[in-house]
Nanobody, 120 residues
Framework: VQLQASGGGSVQAGGSLRLSCVASGSIFSISTMGWYRQPPGKQRELVASATKDGSTNYADSVKGRFTISRDNAKYTVWLQMNNLRPEDTAVYYC???????????????WGQGTQVTVSS
């Protein structure tokens, strides 16, 4: 299973970015798809997640500014980030819980990370 993330970059505070992540490989089913981030010198934290039935979960710090969406048929998840703040600066990682055709249960898979830098 491979995750290819894209869409990171540098913006000024108040700007917007849209992250995309496409999963590929021998995937039988994906349950949760989401985004985590790791600010400089800090631990990785959940930003937003979406279940297969459409339920979403957001970190308090991004509620009302970020929106997660997914396309189950295309194994794709997006993160629309609006009104970005300098504290949103981090490496953003795509994450899925998936079971493969040869697996027996769901495992965690991670993308390579994409840098988001917000300047004041």
């Amino acid at each position: 299973v491979q995750l290819q993330a894209s869409g990171g970059g540098s913006v000024q505070a108040g700007g917007s970015l849209r992250l995309s992540c496409v999963a590929s490989g021998s995937i039988f089913s994906i349950s949760t798809m989401g985004w985590y981030r790791q600010p400089p010198g800090k631990q990785r934290e959940l930003v937003a997640s979406a279940t297969k039935d459409g339920s979403t979960n957001y970190a308090d710090s991004v509620k009302g500014r970020f929106t997660i969406s997914r396309d189950n048929a295309k194994y794709t998840v997006w993160l629309q980030m609006n009104n970005l703040r300098p504290e949103d600066t981090a490496v953003y990682y795509c994450h899925i819980d998936a079971v493969t055709f040869t697996g027996t249960w769901f495992d965690d898979y991670w993308g390579q990370g994409t840098q988001v830098t917000v300047s004041s």
